[in-house]
Structures are given as C-alpha cells and as structure tokens.
C-alpha cells in the first residue's frame, strides 16, 4: 500500500518557468491538501480540496494554482516560479471522517534560481 | 485567525532523560491535536493524538496531555534515546471541518548519548 505518492522528489527551476508537482493516494481519501515547508516556519497551508472537482484557498495560496480532476489525485502548479517558492513542498490526505490525522507524502524539494 | 505556538524551538537532552513539548491554540472550538514527527530529509509521520473528551494519552514512551480550559497540551517524551532525536509539530484542527490543520512551528530535539 503506497499511502501518498509525491513526484518529482527534485526539481530545479528558473525564475519564470512553471511546472507542476503530482500528488496521488491510493487510501480512497476525500480530502487533500498542499503545504510549503520552510526553516523555522512549521507547514504552511497552501490550497486543499475536500473532494473531487473542488479545490479552495488555504493559508499561503498566492502564485500557486491547483485541481483535482480525479479523487485519488491532487496537483499543485507554478504558472511563473519565484525564488521565494524555493521550499520543500507536502501533500496530505485524510478520510472524510472527522477528527482523522492527515497522511502525509515524501515531499518534493525544489529550488528556484 | 487560529494560531498555535510551540515552545521550545529547542530542545537538547541526555539519553535516558525525559522531554517535554508544549502547545497552546487560540480557537476554543479545536477537538483534535495530532503529534507529528519529523526526521531529517523524511515525511511528517504522525505519533499520537489526542481529542477533546479526554484528557491524557499514553502509548509506551510517549504521553499527550490536554487542558482545554487553557488551551494548551503537551508532549511528554519518557526514557529518551538517540533515535528520538528530530523535529516534533502539534498541530490542531479548528472549527470549520475538513481536518485542516494548524501547526506550530516546530521543537528539534536533540537527544545525547
């Protein structure tokens, strides 16, 4: 059982280019969730979505977009990187029940020069 | 908004002492504090969890405590060794539903042998 599959697990970028981070989970979880992690600054939410076909703002949503076309899959894209984005990107999940801890992916680490 | 401070930011301990983490969260409607541990270079993996009816929680070495009426909780670590060392989040889920969570900033713990 994979639990939440992130990919890449690297990526360097230039200032200005976009690209697109992949979560999927395989554990039939309703919600979903991104997070930016950054030195001394915790998890920070970015957009989440509480089922298929709907996303919304989460703490930190600027310069990033999101959709969740099929429910076991979540995707965060940068439509023109920023140094500032340079951070260690999570994605989550949690079943629908409440009070439920949320199940968290590998992380993609990425750089913006 | 819903804040959670963490405290401390460090934390250094010989093998075999015990450790503390504290928490405090600001909205009065959060049922659910999750614990979270995160080694370097690794995913949040969560380690206990507490919710609102109750008011202690033990599994092994470690223990959770929570006072609602202060809003904060605590995580006590008994027995410490090396393999314990890492950076520790709580987190707590306020009103609003969908398991989001809110996380403090993180205690790194440095245990000694």
């Known amino acids: 059982n994979a639990g939440v599959t992130q990919t890449p697990k690297f990526r360097v970028l230039k200032t200005g280019q976009s690209m697109t981070l992949l979560c999927a989970q395989d554990?039939?979880?309703?919600?979903m969730y991104w997070y930016r992690q950054d030195p001394g600054m915790g998890l920070r939410l970015i957009h989440y979505?509480?089922?298929?076909?709907?996303?919304a703002k989460g703490e930190v949503p600027d310069g990033y977009n999101v959709s969740r076309l099929k429910k076991q899959n979540f995707l965060l894209g940068l439509e023109s990187a920023a140094p500032s984005q340079t951070s260690v990107y999570f994605c989550?999940?949690?079943?629908?029940?409440?009070?439920?801890?949320?199940?968290f992916g590998d992380g993609t680490r990425l750089s913006i020069l | 908004g819903e804040n959670v401070e963490q405290h401390p930011s460090t934390l250094s301990v010989q093998e075999g002492d015990s450790a503390v983490i504290k928490c405090t969260y600001s909205?009065?409607?959060?049922?659910?504090f999750p614990w979270y541990k995160q080694e370097l270079g690794k995913r949040p993996q969560l380690i206990i969890d507490?919710?609102?009816?109750?008011g202690e929680k033990k599994d092994q070495r470690i223990a959770v405590t929570l006072n609602k009426t202060a809003k904060h909780f605590s995580l006590h670590i008994t027995e410490t060794q090396p393999e314990d060392s890492a950076v520790y989040f709580c987190?707590?889920?306020?009103?609003?539903?969908?398991?989001?969570?809110?996380f403090g900033a993180g205690t790194r713990l440095a245990v000694h042998p």
């Open positions: 987190a707590s889920q306020p009103r609003g539903g969908y398991n989001k969570l809110i």
């Open positions: 909205d009065s409607a959060s049922n659910y």
């Open positions: 989550a999940s949690s079943p629908f029940l409440g009070d439920q801890p949320q199940h």
């Open positions: 507490i919710r609102s009816n109750v």
């Open positions: 554990m039939n979880h309703e919600y």
């Open positions: 979505s509480v089922g298929e076909g709907t996303t």
